[in-house]
């Protein structure tokens, strides 16, 4: 590292920083050590570490937020009962600003810098396939939390996995047949026109036609836009039920304005969470939902028969039974997607486990052992609910709600069990090299 | 030729080529794309530092790059070596066209126009999402990422093309500017009447700079593709127009090797700064502010105003 | 929903998005009319104004009365944050324009930060004072002559009139204090030529501070104005930066009746040409129409043609 600084004053003095920033964490690490001395095996008692790639800045902050306080929650938890293979686990966080570019170089950093022992936690798609590739090439296992539906597509790698969450092809088909027989079969679609959107649209319109319904408009609404009074009136007005998905900071503006073109008499609508995802219900301008309806991942509202498992899950994070943070109520949390998170380290603790990994020259086997679980029964481990993993498609299957809200609150109206969200698979990773 | 100028830019050529043998492999891999990234700047040097021409649409072109290589690698099957060339091609005439409607207008005018069109063609690829998967974006096969035989996915093969990449871009941009077609383009930068009234034309000689530029961050764009497996709309987005700005401006200006350093310097700030705190776009953003306060030519511009006078 | 009440509805859509703009694109037009400079921190000053409005109505108890209050006082903090700026750093460039193009993007990375540490990364709203939806009429022609209906989805909020005169008022403002006072007039004389303003014995260094605040105020105005119908996000300025640039160069270089028509122009269009078209298609026929009116009029819509 020395030679470097022969290059001149500035451009060097990163790399100086550098070395000495990595010696004052070797620092800090021998500083640590009496913490682990608890850890039974000395030789292997170094920490397990999982590179996590959080949203922190730019357009996916608002569910980074949520994301990382899942994790921390649930790596807390794994630690008081024991860590992983009687090692602790350490989770290095590094922001990718949401943006793919960054995200890849965040995959090597964690790889060649760091030296963690799996990458995991992304949310956004293309932040997922920008840095996928790389994840690729450098065999660094790869877990998402991002629900896209380009892990089972077959378009990324054998490293790449969504073990904990389920993606869009899935959910959607769970919810066709609800939208179908409940609320009518001439449906409207309003989505981003991003990859994203056009998933819901192309999926969704395909599920609707298998059930005798019809998507009649697809209204796809530029990324910047700001504003969405004006595509409203392209909603036909034979339109039995609006179906919604938005994401970004405007969406608190899409929905008002829904509000505000309808007045009085509206046509049924049903959306997806994410269009309101880590916003209270209650705030201004919302009033016009009630007695809408949801998709949600999990139920952000305590449920009549609540679980042990969502008690304990709420506890962990600090959250209260309207899924907001205990220390501020109008701090309301990412509910219906962040349990990814704590699923997803939990398959990474198991995978370790069931491969006996001792370090980075097991990545393999540790894919190989997440690729041969199936059933993950609900349990402090998987509080959603039951899963089954699809090793083929590296993508997890589960149970999906259908909410509605009412007085201000969301509550389950139908519950789809996982056996209705299977499709077809479009890939087999297995049968692909590492 | 002057012996100084062959001997600092070869003498960073080398000193790159034996950092390939010594950097741990994290900072070998960021090297490697610092590099790519340095032949966008160049180019957009070419057109600012040089011509006086302040675009802020040149994503376009790097983006122009990215998907005229990897639309067909990836749909057509098309090599690696061709599929190169058509980005290089596609960005080439993307800035003629560019060119010949945007430099109607000066100054402020043609920021504008460059960031329309910029815009319009980023929302182009989101349009066509049937064949682009719209801001998702493609990953390329890695099993097809082969040039000439060489194995684009190997970190090794990988910082080598860059370098080779860097120095054919750094010589391309310093043999232009020192023939008497970057003369024209600097007397046009300094003052257009004069260059006119010596029986120049403006016009042609700007429209060249704005192609040569546009095919310099064409390549870099292709290359980045291919190197890194992946074509995204996320770089023909307004913030990958702005960066290289920043860049030129902070390495310097009108200075063929400055472009490098500011590249280098801005990667390292935010690497280094978010490793310190989660609040690094603090730190890059007073960084930003003192060096226009001290450092006002940008990195090798001072370094010129100092002590080398001669730089080119 | 018919033709007709479809364009009705884009054009007034389109009003409340100019109105909104030409108050912006003002403040922007004039640092760079007077200053010479492009401020790219313009629309973190927008953004602060949103933000602030949010915790200034918060503190101040919700409701009608904490958007008054923000509304008088974060345009007054945020022009005061300005003006700092412009002491700290602006002046010490000597208004350079290249080098104040890095430092306010330096500037706008710190302001982002900071909204996104003390705020949050989240979209939050602020009740607006009043909000009555107005259902508007619409004239068809039936067989037996004009007929009056109420189309469905037709009409406007009472909170987005609002806007639409409180844009228009303080336009008219700053009008009368460019052209009518003696503050107006040095401004416009250091616009001119700022040398020659200099020997005349303006102090163009406090006017600069003064324009660049009341440039920001302006844009802090225009962002409590939209938070009841956007919500405050600390992302929401490079959007707003990007459009407000657009209507001031559209406008012609320090004109501000032509940034005013500009922002009608653009407003409008935006939301006319999204009847025609599919929505992304028509951000992108927009967006080529306006490169092309500067293709072919370079000096904008009300400047002077240059030398």
Redesign the interface.
């Known amino acids: 590292?020395t030679?470097?600084t022969?290059?001149g004053a500035?451009?060097a003095d990163?790399?100086r920083?550098?070395a000495l920033?990595t010696l004052a964490g070797a620092g800090a690490a021998a500083a640590a050590l009496p913490l682990w001395a608890r850890y039974t095996h000395a030789q292997s008692a170094a920490p397990i570490r999982v590179g996590f790639q959080m949203h922190?800045?730019g357009i996916g902050a608002a569910y980074g937020r949520w994301y990382d306080r899942t994790t921390q929650a649930a790596a807390r938890l794994i630690n008081e009962t024991g860590g992983i293979n009687g090692r602790p686990l350490e989770i290095v966080t590094?922001?990718d600003g949401t943006?793919?570019?960054r995200g890849?170089?965040v995959v090597?950093?964690f790889a060649?810098?760091h030296r963690v022992d799996v990458a995991y936690g992304t949310l956004f798609?293309?932040v997922v396939?920008?840095s996928?590739?790389?994840a690729?090439?450098l065999k660094l296992p790869y877990f998402v939390v991002s629900e896209?539906h380009?892990v089972a597509s077959g378009?990324?790698?054998r490293w790449t996995l969504q073990p904990g969450i389920t993606d869009v092809k899935s959910q959607v088909l769970a919810m066709a047949p609800f939208v179908a027989e409940t609320l009518g079969k001439k449906v409207t679609m309003i989505f981003p026109?991003?990859?994203?959107g056009?998933d819901h649209r192309d999926f969704f319109s395909e599920a609707m036609a298998a059930q005798g319904g019809e998507v009649i408009a697809k209204i796809a609404i530029?990324?910047t836009e700001t504003s969405f009074t004006r595509y409203f009136p392209r909603i036909p007005r034979e339109t039995d039920v609006i179906y919604h998905v938005m994401v970004g900071p405007a969406v608190l503006t899409f929905v008002k304005e829904m509000g505000e073109f309808f007045g009085p008499s509206r046509p049924a609508i049903f959306g997806f969470i994410d269009s309101l995802e880590a916003v209270d219900l209650r705030s201004p301008g919302l009033e016009f939902l009630e007695g809408t309806y949801f998709w949600e991942g999990m139920p952000r509202y305590v449920q009549p028969g609540q679980t042990d498992y969502d008690r304990a899950y709420r506890a962990a994070i600090g959250l209260d039974e309207n899924g907001a943070s205990l220390a501020d109520p109008r701090d309301v949390s990412a509910y219906a997607h962040m349990f990814g998170c704590w699923e997803t380290l939990h398959v990474i603790k198991r995978g370790m486990e069931a491969a006996g990994y001792a370090g980075p020259q097991d990545r393999q086997k540790l894919v190989e052992a997440v690729e041969v679980m199936t059933e993950m029964p609900e349990s402090h481990e998987h509080p959603q609910g039951r899963k089954l993993f699809n090793g083929r498609t590296h993508q997890v299957f589960g149970q999906q709600h259908v909410s509605k809200l009412e007085n201000g609150r969301l509550d389950v109206v139908r519950t789809v069990p996982l056996e209705e969200t299977f499709y077809p698979d479009e890939v087999d990773y297995t049968a692909q090299p590492f | 030729m002057n012996a100084r100028i062959l001997a600092l830019h070869g003498g960073l050529l080398a000193?790159l080529l034996?950092?390939h043998f010594?950097?741990?492999?994290?900072?070998h891999?960021?090297l490697a794309?610092i590099m790519v990234l340095a032949c966008y700047a160049i180019g957009y040097n070419l057109l600012f530092g040089y011509t006086g021409l302040l675009s802020l649409g040149h994503a376009m072109f790097f983006a122009a790059g990215m998907y005229g290589m990897g639309m067909p690698f990836h749909h057509l099957g098309l090599g690696a070596e061709l599929a190169f060339l058509a980005g290089i091609g596609t960005a080439g005439a993307l800035a003629l066209v560019v060119g010949l409607?945007?430099l109607?207008?000066?100054g402020?005018?043609f920021?504008?126009?460059t960031?329309?069109?910029s815009?319009?063609f980023y929302?182009?690829i989101?349009?066509a999402?049937r064949w682009t998967?719209?801001?998702?974006?493609?990953?390329?096969a890695?099993a097809d990422r082969v040039l000439f035989g060489l194995d684009l996915?190997d970190p090794d093969i990988r910082y080598l093309l860059a370098l080779g990449l860097f120095a054919l871009c750094l010589s391309a941009a310093l043999w232009l500017v020192r023939r008497p077609f970057g003369r024209v383009l600097v007397a046009i930068r300094e003052n257009p009447e004069r260059a006119e009234l010596l029986g120049y034309d403006i016009f042609r000689h700007k429209l060249a700079a704005v192609v040569v530029s546009g095919m310099f961050s064409g390549a870099a764009g292709a290359a980045y593709g291919l190197m890194?497996?992946?074509v995204?709309?996320?770089?023909a987005e307004?913030h990958f127009s702005?960066f290289p700005?920043?860049w030129v401006?902070?390495g310097g200006?009108g200075t063929v090797i400055g472009p490098f350093?500011g590249v280098?310097?801005m990667f390292?700030?935010i690497?280094?700064s978010?490793?310190?705190t989660?609040?690094?776009?603090?730190i890059?953003?007073?960084?930003?502010?003192l060096?226009?306060?001290f450092a006002?030519q940008g990195?090798a511009g001072e370094v010129r105003r100092r002590w080398l006078r001669w730089l080119p | 929903m018919e033709f007709g009440p479809h364009l009705m509805l884009a054009a007034l859509e389109g009003a409340v998005t100019a109105a909104v703009l030409a108050l912006m694109a003002a403040g922007l037009s004039l640092v760079f009319g007077v200053m010479r400079v492009?401020n790219v921190a313009h629309g973190e000053f927008y953004m602060l104004g949103a933000v602030l409005a949010f915790v200034v109505a918060g503190m101040a108890g919700g409701g009608a009365p904490g958007f008054v209050a923000a509304l008088v006082a974060v345009p007054l903090i945020v022009a005061a944050l300005a003006v700092a700026a412009d002491r700290a750093?602006l002046r010490?460039?000597s208004y350079?324009p290249?080098?104040?193009?890095?430092?306010t993007?330096?500037?706008?990375?710190?302001?982002?930060?900071?909204a996104?540490?003390g705020y949050g990364p989240d979209a939050r709203p602020v009740a607006p004072p009043f909000n009555h939806r107005i259902a508007l009429p619409w004239i068809d022609w039936g067989a037996g002559g004009p007929v009056l209906t109420w189309p469905w989805g037709l009409s406007i909020t009472s909170y987005k009139l609002f806007v639409i005169g409180a844009a228009a008022t303080v336009l008219a403002g700053l009008w009368l204090l460019m052209t009518r006072t003696r503050i107006g007039l040095v401004m416009r004389a250091t616009q001119l030529d700022r040398e020659t303003a200099q020997t005349f014995g303006i102090p163009v260094g406090r006017v600069y501070a003064l324009v660049f605040g009341l440039g920001a105020g302006l844009a802090a105005l225009a962002g409590v104005l939209i938070v009841p119908i956007q919500q405050a996000h600390y992302l929401m300025g490079?959007d707003a930066l990007?459009l407000s640039?657009?209507v001031v160069?559209?406008g012609g270089?320090g004109s501000l009746p032509g940034t005013l028509i500009a922002a009608v122009l653009i407003g409008l269009s935006d939301g006319i040409i999204s009847v025609f078209f599919s929505p992304?298609?028509a951000?992108?026929i927009a967006?080529?129409l306006?490169?092309?009116v500067?293709?072919?009029r370079?000096?904008?819509l009300m400047g002077k043609p240059?030398r």
């Open positions: 590292m030679k470097t022969e290059t500035t451009p990163p790399a920083r550098d920033r922190a800045t590094e922001d943006d793919p570019r890849a170089e090597e950093k060649n810098q798609s293309h396939i920008g996928a590739p790389r690729g090439e896209g380009h378009m990324l790698n026109d991003y990859a994203f056009h530029p990324p | 000193l034996v950092l010594v950097l741990p492999v994290y900072h891999g960021n794309r409607l945007a109607r207008t000066l402020v005018a920021m504008i126009v960031l329309m069109f815009q319009a929302l182009m989101l349009l999402a998967r719209g801001d998702e974006g493609l990953v390329l890695g996915t890194f497996g992946y995204g709309a996320s770089f307004v702005i700005l920043l401006l902070l200006a350093f280098l310097f390292y700030l690497d280094i978010s490793g310190l989660p609040a690094y776009m603090l890059a953003g007073v960084a930003l502010v060096l226009t306060l006002p990195l | 492009v750093v010490r460039l350079d290249e080098r104040t193009i890095v430092a993007i330096g500037i706008l990375y710190i302001l982002q930060q900071l996104l540490m490079g990007l640039f657009i160069i559209i270089l992304t298609l951000k992108i967006t080529l306006v490169a092309l500067l293709v072919f370079p000096q904008g240059a």
